[in-house]
C-alpha cells in the first residue's frame, strides 16, 4: 500500500483541476457490436493497412518526428483550398481544444456555447478558469440561434463555441445562422465540424477568409476512421494560426498516423464511398427506429441518431448491453433525460441492434 496522498499536497493542485472528473466513456463494456462513440464502422481495407505497415517499416523508430507534421497540413490545406499557413494538426481534436483554451480563456472569461454540447468543450472551459454560458436547445433540441445571439450580446464573450452538427444531438445548424452568430460575436468563434462530411453543405472554412474570428476544428475520427490513431486539425488565417502554434508542444503527431492520413487524403474514393454507406445505413437506421412507436426519435445529420424511450435508460443500456449491442446514456445532460444515443455501424450492426431493441421492448 503506498503512503496516502495528504491534503496539504492535494490543496496545491489548481481547484480547477480537482474540481473537474476525469473524461471516461460510461457503460462501456465489451460486446460484439459497438455502437457508443460515434466511431466509423470501417477500418482501413487490410490490404491498404498491410502496404501502409510495410512501408512503414523503414521509417526510424528512434528518431523525432517533424515538430509540426508539415505534410499532412500542406495535404490538408491543398484539400481544403485554403492558403499556406492555414492548418493546424493535433493528438486528436480533443487535444486541440485544450490549445483553445491556452490562448483565448483568461481567468472569468465568459465562453458561450449551445447545450448540450460535446462534454469536452465545458470541462476545457472550467480547467481553464472559464465559465461556460450555454444556452439551452429550442424543445425539438434545435439550436437556439436567438438565444445565442442575445447571450452574445450581453456576455461580449471573447470565445463562442458551435458545434455543427451537433454531438449529442445529431442536428446541424443553419449555415446562415453560423454566419450570424460569427458576424454578431467581439470574439472568436470555434466552430466544430466533426461530422462535417456526413452532412455536407457549406462549411465554416468558407468564412475564414472573410472573417478572421472563425477557427474550425476537424476530426479525422469519423468520417475517416482514424480514432485509434488521433489526429485532428484547425483551419484558421494563417497568422492566427501562428499565434496558436507559439501555445503548442512540438511533436503532437507522429510518424505514423502522419503516414496513415496522408495515404487516406489521397485515396478519396475509398472515403467517399464509406461515407455514402454510413449515410444510407443512418437513414435506414433513423427510419427503423422511427417506426416503433415507443419511441421519440430525432432526425439525424450525422452517422449516429439520439432517441428516447419511456424507460429508465440505465436499464434500457444494460439490456440492450446483454443482447450483444453497445449504445451510449446521455442522460448526463440535463436536457436529454431518458435519452439514449445509438451509432449507425454496418448494415449487420445496425440490425443487431434492432433485434436487440425489439427483444428489450417487447420484455
Ligand atoms: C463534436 C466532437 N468534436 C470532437 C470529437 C473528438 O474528436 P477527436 O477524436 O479528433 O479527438 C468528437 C468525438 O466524439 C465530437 O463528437
Redesign the pocket.
Given at each position: 500500500m503506498s503512503k496516502p496522498l495528504p491534503e496539504s499536497l492535494l490543496s496545491l493542485i489548481r481547484t480547477e483541476v480537482r474540481s473537474q472528473h476525469p473524461y471516461i466513456v460510461p457503460g462501456a463494456r465489451p460486446v460484439p457490436v459497438k455502437l457508443n462513440?460515434?466511431e466509423s464502422p470501417f477500418d482501413i481495407p487490410s490490404e491498404l493497412k498491410k502496404e501502409l505497415l510495410d512501408s512503414f517499416l523503414n521509417v526510424q523508430f528512434n528518431r523525432y518526428p517533424a515538430e509540426q507534421p508539415s505534410q499532412l497540413m500542406a495535404a490538408l490545406e491543398s484539400n481544403l483550398g485554403v492558403e499556406h499557413g492555414s492548418v493546424l494538426v493535433g493528438n486528436?481534436?480533443?487535444?486541440l481544444t485544450y490549445t483553445l483554451g491556452m490562448c483565448f480563456i483568461h481567468s472569468g472569461d465568459p465562453v458561450v456555447v449551445p447545450r448540450p454540447m460535446?462534454a469536452?468543450y465545458e470541462s476545457m472551459i472550467n480547467l481553464h478558469g472559464g465559465q461556460p454560458i450555454g444556452i439551452a436547445p429550442k424543445a425539438d433540441l434545435q439550436f437556439d440561434v436567438e438565444g445565442i445571439l442575445s447571450a452574445i450580446k450581453t456576455h461580449q464573450p471573447p470565445l463562442v463555441i458551435i458545434?455543427t452538427p451537433?454531438?449529442p444531438t445529431g442536428l446541424a445548424m443553419q449555415f446562415d445562422d453560423v454566419k450570424r452568430i460569427v458576424e454578431a460575436a467581439p470574439g472568436f468563434v470555434v466552430v466544430?465540424e466533426?461530422?462535417h462530411e456526413f452532412n455536407p453543405g457549406e462549411s465554416a472554412v468558407g468564412l475564414i477568409s472573410t472573417h478572421p474570428n472563425v477557427i474550425v476544428?476537424r476530426?479525422?475520427?469519423?468520417a475517416f476512421g482514424l480514432?485509434g490513431l488521433?489526429?485532428?486539425y484547425m483551419v484558421a488565417q494563417p497568422a492566427l494560426i501562428t499565434e496558436m502554434m507559439k501555445s503548442r508542444l512540438p511533436f503532437m503527431v507522429d510518424r505514423l498516423s502522419e503516414h496513415v492520413a496522408l495515404s487516406l487524403l489521397s485515396n478519396d474514393q475509398l472515403i467517399a464511398d464509406q461515407i455514402e454507406i454510413i449515410l444510407s445505413n443512418t437513414r435506414s437506421l433513423t427510419a427503423e427506429l422511427q417506426s416503433r412507436l415507443a419511441l421519440d426519435v430525432l432526425p439525424s445529420q450525422t452517422n449516429f441518431v439520439l432517441f428516447k424511450a419511456d424507460r429508465d435508460p440505465v436499464q434500457f443500456l444494460n439490456d440492450l448491453a446483454d443482447r450483444g449491442t453497445l449504445v451510449r446514456n446521455m442522460g448526463g445532460y440535463p436536457e436529454l433525460k431518458g435519452y439514449l444515443r445509438v451509432t449507425s455501424g454496418t448494415e449487420a450492426e445496425n440490425q443487431a441492434f434492432l433485434n436487440a431493441l425489439d427483444s428489450v421492448l417487447l420484455s
Amino acid at each position: 500500500m503506498s503512503k496516502p496522498l495528504p491534503e496539504s499536497l492535494l490543496s496545491l493542485i489548481r481547484t480547477e483541476v480537482r474540481s473537474q472528473h476525469p473524461y471516461i466513456v460510461p457503460g462501456a463494456r465489451p460486446v460484439p457490436v459497438k455502437l457508443n462513440q460515434n466511431e466509423s464502422p470501417f477500418d482501413i481495407p487490410s490490404e491498404l493497412k498491410k502496404e501502409l505497415l510495410d512501408s512503414f517499416l523503414n521509417v526510424q523508430f528512434n528518431r523525432y518526428p517533424a515538430e509540426q507534421p508539415s505534410q499532412l497540413m500542406a495535404a490538408l490545406e491543398s484539400n481544403l483550398g485554403v492558403e499556406h499557413g492555414s492548418v493546424l494538426v493535433g493528438n486528436g481534436s480533443n487535444e486541440l481544444t485544450y490549445t483553445l483554451g491556452m490562448c483565448f480563456i483568461h481567468s472569468g472569461d465568459p465562453v458561450v456555447v449551445p447545450r448540450p454540447m460535446f462534454a469536452l468543450y465545458e470541462s476545457m472551459i472550467n480547467l481553464h478558469g472559464g465559465q461556460p454560458i450555454g444556452i439551452a436547445p429550442k424543445a425539438d433540441l434545435q439550436f437556439d440561434v436567438e438565444g445565442i445571439l442575445s447571450a452574445i450580446k450581453t456576455h461580449q464573450p471573447p470565445l463562442v463555441i458551435i458545434t455543427t452538427p451537433n454531438n449529442p444531438t445529431g442536428l446541424a445548424m443553419q449555415f446562415d445562422d453560423v454566419k450570424r452568430i460569427v458576424e454578431a460575436a467581439p470574439g472568436f468563434v470555434v466552430v466544430d465540424e466533426a461530422y462535417h462530411e456526413f452532412n455536407p453543405g457549406e462549411s465554416a472554412v468558407g468564412l475564414i477568409s472573410t472573417h478572421p474570428n472563425v477557427i474550425v476544428l476537424r476530426t479525422l475520427s469519423k468520417a475517416f476512421g482514424l480514432a485509434g490513431l488521433r489526429l485532428g486539425y484547425m483551419v484558421a488565417q494563417p497568422a492566427l494560426i501562428t499565434e496558436m502554434m507559439k501555445s503548442r508542444l512540438p511533436f503532437m503527431v507522429d510518424r505514423l498516423s502522419e503516414h496513415v492520413a496522408l495515404s487516406l487524403l489521397s485515396n478519396d474514393q475509398l472515403i467517399a464511398d464509406q461515407i455514402e454507406i454510413i449515410l444510407s445505413n443512418t437513414r435506414s437506421l433513423t427510419a427503423e427506429l422511427q417506426s416503433r412507436l415507443a419511441l421519440d426519435v430525432l432526425p439525424s445529420q450525422t452517422n449516429f441518431v439520439l432517441f428516447k424511450a419511456d424507460r429508465d435508460p440505465v436499464q434500457f443500456l444494460n439490456d440492450l448491453a446483454d443482447r450483444g449491442t453497445l449504445v451510449r446514456n446521455m442522460g448526463g445532460y440535463p436536457e436529454l433525460k431518458g435519452y439514449l444515443r445509438v451509432t449507425s455501424g454496418t448494415e449487420a450492426e445496425n440490425q443487431a441492434f434492432l433485434n436487440a431493441l425489439d427483444s428489450v421492448l417487447l420484455s
